[in-house]
């Protein structure tokens, strides 16, 4: 039972980015449309852009998009699932040093 109300909850903490993304790109449809749909009414020789209304919804849009993209990438990167470029970097073991071409070698031939 323990394990059902774990996956509740992690299903609910997607779902409400989730659905924080689509109202916010519905809200910025709505105001693209409406300035669209204005901008050939007689009434108004100029119709007015609801700033307002667009960049609400951009900022849910953008912040439920990164949440999810966020929790795909970090779930990805512990299941070993990215590309190399993703990975963290291993520093390279250390070059073993070289000897000089003129250097003789510890056994005394030459």
Known sequence: MKLLIQRLIAILILVVPGIAAAYGFLLMKDALFDYFANMGGTDTSTPDFEWVKFIGG???FLIGIGFIGGW??????KHNYL???FRPKT????RPERKEQGERS?????
């Not at 510890?106 to 030459?110: E, I, L, P, Q, R």
Request: hydrophobic letters at 35%; charged letters at 30%.
């Open 106 to 110: 510890d056994n005394g031939a030459s």
């Open 91 to 94: 520093p390279r073991p250390p």
């Open 83 to 85: 590309s190399s470029r």
């Open 58 to 60: 951009a900022i849910l």
């Open 72 to 77: 795909i990438f970090f779930r990805d990167r």
